[in-house]
């Protein structure tokens, strides 16, 4: 079983940036594929951004590429979530995910673990 905590959410103006962070503890590991979710008031939670155990491949939400992106350090079990230019759709909680798997995975129900999630708020 693996644990994740993000951290980095908060309240920022359309157009800034901010850089979430999830670290990972337990079973941890390089051979995880770990993601990045996010999930409005009413909506689905939707996939936001995928990176492979070896960070070598990365998978984004065609709403946000070119303006987030996903890396990750395994020596500090640590993956991270740049996003810049953010809008007010942008608005979210966004969880971490992690899954024992050596391929980009873009659904939820393709991962065990989660962490708590952290509150995105863009304002306009």
């Known amino acids: 079983q693996v644990q994740l905590v993000e951290s980095g959410g908060g309240l920022v103006q359309a157009g800034g940036s901010l850089r979430l962070s999830c670290a990972a503890s337990g079973r941890t590991g390089s051979s995880y594929t770990m993601g990045w979710f996010r999930q409005a008031p009413g909506k689905e939670r939707e996939f936001v951004a995928a990176?492979?155990?070896?960070?070598?491949?990365?998978g984004y939400a065609d709403s946000v590429k070119g303006r987030f992106t996903i890396s990750r350090d395994n020596a500090k079990n640590t993956v991270f979530l740049q996003m810049n230019s953010l809008k007010p759709e942008d608005t979210a909680v966004y969880y971490c995910?992690?899954?024992?798997?050596?391929?980009?995975?873009?659904?939820?129900?393709?991962?065990?673990?989660w962490g708590q999630g952290t509150q995105v708020t863009v304002s306009s």
């Open positions: 990176i492979s155990p070896s960070g070598g491949r990365t």
């Open positions: 995910a992690a899954r024992y798997s050596v391929v980009i995975l873009t659904t939820s129900n393709d991962y065990a673990n």
